[in-house]
């Protein structure tokens, strides 16, 4: 798994600064795969390269899978990108 992202990336927009908050908060404490995923598209959002925000790059830089693997057969950013729904809702 990729660490999280350098929190100077994220401190000097709010919305990175929101993110950090959320991240550090109790609801996502023992979630490291969760808060590399939120932090992951919030700096490519933030860095203007939505390109980057795909189910495939997204399995390669924050899930370690090989590039070119079958997000058809490995599921790994659907389901987490479920998880971190939910874990958003919980937090707000």
Same mark, same amino acid.
């Given at each position: 798994?990729? %660490?999280?992202? /350098? ?9 990175? =600064? ?10 996502? =404490? ?17 860095? %203007? ?5 795909? /189910?495939? =790059? ?21 389901? =987490? ?12």
């Amino acid at each position: 798994m990729k %660490a999280p992202v /350098e929190d100077a990336r994220l401190t000097g927009d709010w919305r990175g =600064q929101l993110v950090l908050r959320v991240t550090t908060s109790v609801t996502f =404490q023992k979630s490291p795969r969760l808060t590399a995923f939120l932090q992951y598209v919030t700096e490519k959002a933030l860095e %203007a390269h939505p390109e980057e925000v795909t /189910e495939q =790059q997204i399995g390669v830089h924050v899930f370690r899978r090989p590039p070119g693997y079958d997000s058809g057969s490995d599921n790994i950013v659907r389901s =987490q990108a479920r998880h971190l729904r939910t874990r958003l809702e919980q937090y707000f």
